[in-house]
């Protein structure tokens, strides 16, 4: 088994692509705090115009990663080729799920795709402090939500995002 330390981001690469950017682009930056390990830095397919090629990459970068991160845009829940794949395969591996709203949204809303819509996961608006604290605090939430049997979506409280700043 692959040792489990990236997080994977799956978005529309479309339209949600400096989402994705800005994220990493927070990481290289010394003023924030923000840092992951991008399960994208991983196996770049050769053969990128071949479908079950891309798959077969995306496949190992989610096999060693520990959280998926997903930015709900304005076209996400329509994407069926890449994106509902990757959420099902990210369901499979019961990786925990950060939905995040680039809409603004503190709470899973009629964007959420449809596939991770009644499945446990937690939403939190696109910010940088609050993705850091979803990506780190999410994990140990979700397992205890397994443990409990608890599933569907979370959202954090008001508190904390005045903790945060925000």
Known sequence: MAYRNKTYICFDGDTDMRHYRLMTAWVENKNFSFDFH?????????????????????????????LFVVLIGEKTKLLTKFVKWEMEAALKLDLPIVGVNLNGSRSIDDRCPPKIKSE??????????????????????????????????????????????L
């Not at 991008?38 to 060693?64: C, F, G, P, T």
Request: hydrophobic share 35%.
């Open 38 to 66: 991008n399960a994208h830095d991983l196996n770049y397919a050769r053969d990128s115009s071949q479908e079950e090629s891309i798959k077969r990459q995306l496949r190992a970068r989610l096999a060693n990663s520990k």
């Open 120 to 165: 446990l996961a937690v939403y939190v608006p696109f910010g940088a402090r609050i993705i850091e604290y979803a990506m780190t605090n999410w994990p140990a939430n979700h397992l205890s939500c397994r443990q409990q049997n608890q599933t569907g979506a979370f959202h954090y409280s008001e508190a904390i995002y005045k903790r945060l700043g």
